[in-house]
């Protein structure tokens, strides 16, 4: 069973968040001649990396009303590292078919789930369109989490009398725990630490999340195997029991002692009983701070970009550079700054991203820099939008001397400067790094690492180009640790990926964008959670949406704290 001996608990996918949001219209177009509309709302959601919508659900309808408020929610699975694109179809219904080309079609609006969770206090209100010359009202949404799926288990079981399973000695037994999922299948989600000869083992307690254990719904059947470790990883099955999250919650009682079956022993054997008992010892649950609740009580994420400009890159007029710029496809590096971009824009409510380039020579002396604004405004590196970085980007190729050596310490530590400022959980800063090569101040770059990890920053790397990338393994400290000069970082704050392991072979640059996209960010959540954690930061209470109107829901956001200085 090489899967078992495989599993690793940081990279096990763990269901998302459910988020429920509530749906309002106002204003809406009165399509019936005797009475007012009678509005329904149709969802439809798209696959990852694909353009195709499908319906997701449909609100009631309301009779006769222009302005109504939905009692049925839309349950949503939220992916902070999914870009997950959202429609909403709004309809007067005529009659009792479901066949939407049936009804009057009101307005349509479009967004990502991120925006709404994004927006002050979870609410954002739009203008519906899509029926030329007419003003066809506004929607508006709330999102709120669901709260089971906060709840943290912490639990510790022992088992009696499990079967003998080696020949020199007793079995070495752990326990593996599955969620089911919807289609009946198994996910593996939790692996207890195996107990060396020993037939009646007491495993220590472990704490996981509901949401990991049954994806929030309590009834869900939750499967344990039983295994006998092998040196060889062809570890041997003991045998099996079912329960769920409900029964756990009870406790240590007598439903909480479960037998160990063995189907093919009990096909074989008569007289066969059980291959032992395993039972809960303790249970306890808690409720944990989330991520969506720190952006609902106003965090802002801060994205700053740095992309490497170095002579390795080769001729940016060249089709065999990584920088050319073709009329006809992004590049990688415009393909990995969209792609993470677009994402974290929705939770940074200015929209101004601070933009830098380094291992160029810059005009007009040819002064080597490793942290120059790609908008060579020294004063103000911020761009408009991610669309404002990337023509940046591109203005910057035209303008520079790609040179080099590859050093990173630089832009890290100017980004770990601002994050110094605002420390009070309400900003966290998140710095894309771009580059085609080796480190070239990897001492530096390990000590700049280290100082930045008691900061509120994450930082990831994004590999490009047919380089071998060894040596950015040891900053991302998924394995070990980072550490300089014999300290330790405090958090593991770097995620290294290289681009080409998401590249779609069949040239599908949607697919291969929102792949990365899923890696690279899926860490982000739990390091902001880390980082208020270990300072003791809880979320504030969520911020009231006050507007009314659609005119004042496009407020001028506030600027940002610190401002993010270029340095030559």
């Keep these: 069973m090489a899967t078992i001996g495989d599993f690793d608990p940081l990279n096990s996918i763990v269901p998302a968040t459910k988020i429920e949001i509530t749906v309002s219209c106002r204003n809406l177009l009165d399509m019936d001649t005797f009475s007012k509309s009678d509005p329904v709302v149709v969802l439809y959601v798209q696959g ?12 009631e309808v309301i009779d006769n009303t222009l302005n109504p408020d939905f009692v049925r929610k839309f349950v949503l699975d939220f992916f902070f590292e999914e870009k997950q694109n959202l429609r909403f179809d709004v309809y007067n219904v005529d009659t009792r078919s479901s066949n939407l080309s049936k009804h009057d079609f009101l307005g349509q609006m479009f967004c990502t789930l991120g925006e709404i969770i994004g927006s002050t206090g979870s609410r954002l209100e739009k203008t519906l369109s899509g029926i030329p010359g007419k003003k066809c009202g506004t929607i508006i949404f709330t999102a709120e989490e669901l709260s089971n799926c906060r709840d943290i288990a912490t639990m510790q079981f022992c088992a009696n009398k499990l079967d003998k399973k080696d020949f020199f000695g007793k079995s070495d037994p752990f326990l593996v725990f599955y969620r089911s999922n919807e289609d009946g299948t198994f996910t593996i989600c939790h692996k207890t630490e195996v107990i060396k000869n020993n037939l009646n083992p007491v495993w220590q307690s472990f704490t996981i999340p509901a949401r990991a254990l049954c994806n929030g719904d309590y009834d869900r059947t939750v499967k344990v195997d039983v295994y006998d470790w092998d040196r060889d990883g062809s570890h041997d099955f003991i045998g099996e029991f079912t329960t769920s999250y409900r029964e756990l919650s009870r406790g240590q009682s007598q439903f909480n002692v479960y037998e160990v079956l063995n189907p093919k022993k009990k096909g074989k054997k008569k007289k066969y009983v059980n291959s032992g008992t395993v039972t809960l010892l303790s249970f306890k649950v808690e409720s944990e701070c989330t991520f969506v609740d720190f952006i609902r009580g106003g965090t802002q994420l801060n994205f700053t970009v740095a992309i490497d400009f170095t ?31 677009e994402i974290i824009q929705d939770y940074d409510s200015d929209k101004l991203f601070p933009a830098y380039g380094f291992g160029a020579k810059l005009p007009p002396d040819g002064k080597i820099s490793h942290a120059f604004p790609l908008n060579s405004n020294t004063e103000n590196p911020n761009c408009v939008g991610i669309e404002g970085v990337l023509e940046a980007y591109f203005q910057s190729l035209r303008a520079v001397q790609l040179y080099g050596p590859t050093n990173f310490a630089p832009v890290i530590q100017q980004v770990a400067r601002c994050a110094a400022e605002v420390t009070d959980g309400s900003q966290y800063f998140v710095l894309l790094m771009i580059t ?4 070239s101040d990897m001492a530096q770059t390990k000590e700049a690492v280290v100082n930045a990890a008691s900061l ?13 990338f060894d040596a950015m393994e040891e900053l991302d400290g998924d394995e070990v640790r980072v550490s300089s000069r014999g300290r330790f970082a405090e958090r593991d704050i770097v995620q290294f990926v290289p681009f080409r392991d998401y590249i779609d072979r069949s040239g599908n640059q949607v697919l291969s964008m929102a792949r ?8 982000i959540p739990d390091q902001l959670l880390s980082f208020m954690k270990s300072r003791g930061i ?9 507007f ?8 001028t956001p506030a600027p940002k704290e610190c401002k993010m200085q270029g340095r030559h």
């Design 48 to 59: 990852l990396g694909t353009k195709e919508w499908r319906e997701f659900g449909r609100t």
């Design 311 to 341: 002579a390795s890159n080769g001729n940016p007029s060249q089709p065999t550079s990584l920088h050319y710029m073709s009329p006809y496809q992004m590049n990688a590096y415009a393909m990995a700054l969209k792609a993470v971009g």
């Design 436 to 439: 085609d090569g080796v480190i």
């Design 456 to 468: 509120p920053m994450s930082i990831i790397i994004v590999g490009v180009g047919p380089a071998e």
């Design 516 to 523: 990365l996209a899923k890696d690279v960010l899926a860490e």
């Design 538 to 546: 809880e979320p504030r209470p969520p911020k009231p949406a006050t």
């Design 548 to 555: 009314d109107s659609p005119s004042m829901a496009m407020t």
